[in-house]
């Protein structure tokens, strides 16, 4: 009796420590004051100012389109990686995945100062083209390293969907009158679809919060952590609260869509594994 209880004593305060400081965001997002103690009154004025900020605005578009491009670029490129990898014998297959893990546990300081240092070589090296070169290092630079630090985690998320998948049945789709093409389509991309689409949503969530890499590829530009830092810098204001809450909810949709989606997909194929039994 007194485990259960420390147990969930223990849960209640683990949680009250991860989400309390974003409950308190949130609530000061609506206080009528800038007071960043007191809570004086309810209001939406910080919202309305937030979003009468023509350099938010402008941050939360660049950051939700390249969020966009990235992410369909790079679930694109990590899934037809995770195929050609799961092909592979089992020593290349294995040094590869091993090496894929080395963009997630490096230090994301280290990754943007090495991307930034690539891409002023890039523009040293074709500075011929004048203008052109110089454009390197802004819109293209940002979507590279995005496109970069996710592919690693839809390689991590699609590869082990593709190694449970029964291999049986692209043989059979070949032995029906499928090409190869036909099989992929047909009877593997539906089969990894699940983990494909939750790979999407994770570098979605990624590219949009993500500030270091962005912060030395960006060049001039400005996504929305970048605008919220640069706000910050200058000024605490109650309109970053209220960017950050909405923030923190599109984030935490896009989470809970991903896990809503995933558990409604074992529970179809549960549901006809059993009218297969049956």
């Known amino acids: 009796m007194v485990g259960k209880i420390l147990k969930r004593v223990y849960v209640v305060l683990l949680f009250s420590f991860l ?8 609530a000061f997002s609506f ?9 004086t009154g309810f209001t939406l004025d910080w919202y309305a100012k937030l979003f009468r900020n023509e350099a938010v605005l402008s941050a939360l578009l660049l950051s939700l389109v390249l969020a966009l491009v990235a992410a369909a670029i790079a679930t694109v490129l990590g899934t037809m990686a995770a195929v050609g990898i799961s092909r592979m014998k089992r020593g290349p297959r294995t040094l590869i ?4 893990y080395i963009p997630i546990v490096n230090p994301e300081i280290i990754t943007g100062v090495s991307l930034m240092l690539l891409f002023v070589v890039i523009k ?9 070169a110089d454009n390197i290092i802004g819109l293209p630079s940002l979507l590279i390293a995005h496109v970069t630090f996710n592919l690693p985690y839809v390689l991590f998320m ?3 969907k593709l ?3 029964d291999k049986n ?6 032995d029906l009158g499928c090409n190869e ?9 539906p089969e990894i679809m699940p983990a494909v689409f939750s790979a999407f949503l994770i570098c979605l969530t990624y590219s949009i919060d993500d500030f270091t890499i962005s912060y030395f590829t960006a060049g001039n530009l400005q996504t929305l952590p970048i605008a919220i830092y640069s706000m910050t810098r200058k000024k605490v204001s109650p309109e970053i609260n209220a960017l950050s809450a909405i923030m923190f909810v599109a984030i935490l949709a896009i989470i809970l869509i991903a896990n809503y989606r995933e558990a409604a997909g074992e529970r179809k194929k549960q549901k006809a594994a059993a009218r297969a039994r049956a």
Request: aromatic share 12%; net charge positive.
């Open 31 to 39: 206080n009528e004051s800038k007071s960043r103690s007191n809570f």
């Open 181 to 189: 093409r036909q099989a992929f389509f047909k009877v593997v991309l």
């Open 124 to 132: 040293n090296l074709l500075g011929f083209l004048g203008p052109v």
């Open 97 to 100: 995945m091993n090496l894929s």
């Open 163 to 165: 190694r449970a998948m």
């Open 19 to 26: 989400y309390m400081p974003i409950a308190v965001l949130i």
């Open 169 to 174: 049945l692209y043989d059979a789709a070949l």
């Open 158 to 160: 699609v590869a082990p």
